[in-house]
């Protein structure tokens, strides 16, 4: 089981950039999809989660900034970023569980190879 995360790149401070994450060849209705990044010299940090549900999570960081979605026609998960800060530089990953959500990444089997967000001017 593979996922692709995708949408990263260089941004201005205040700026949005949306990330997208997708499992070729497998429906991403059952799982749940979590997002999760890791700054230079620090660990994985949870940002959002959606569950098969529809609920949602956001970290206290990024809560009111960030809006996770799923689109079930293009079997496609984003990450819609706004007001994008200097201290969202990160690598980006997108994880999946079929077992339950939340930002703790114990909870997830699944992860793609991540998409690099820089935010700068």
């Known amino acids: 089981v593979q996922l692709q995360a995708s949408g990263g790149g260089l941004v201005s401070p205040g700026g949005s950039l949306t990330l997208s994450c997708t499992m070729p060849?497998?429906?991403?209705?059952?799982?749940?999809i979590g997002w999760f990044r890791q700054a230079p010299g620090k660990g994985r940090e949870g940002v959002s989660c959606?569950?098969?549900?529809?609920?949602?999570e956001y970290s206290d960081s990024v809560k009111g900034r960030f809006t996770i979605s799923r689109d079930k026609a293009k079997n496609m998960v984003y990450l819609q970023m706004s007001d994008l800060k200097p201290e969202d530089t990160a690598t980006y990953y997108c994880?999946?569980?079929?077992?339950?959500?939340?930002?703790?990444?114990?909870?997830?089997?699944?992860w793609g190879q991540g998409t690099l967000v820089t935010v700068s001017s």
């Open positions: 994880a999946a569980s079929l077992s339950s959500s939340g930002l703790d990444e114990v909870v997830y089997a699944y």
């Open positions: 060849g497998r429906s991403l209705d059952w799982y749940s």
């Open positions: 959606t569950s098969t549900y529809g609920n949602t």
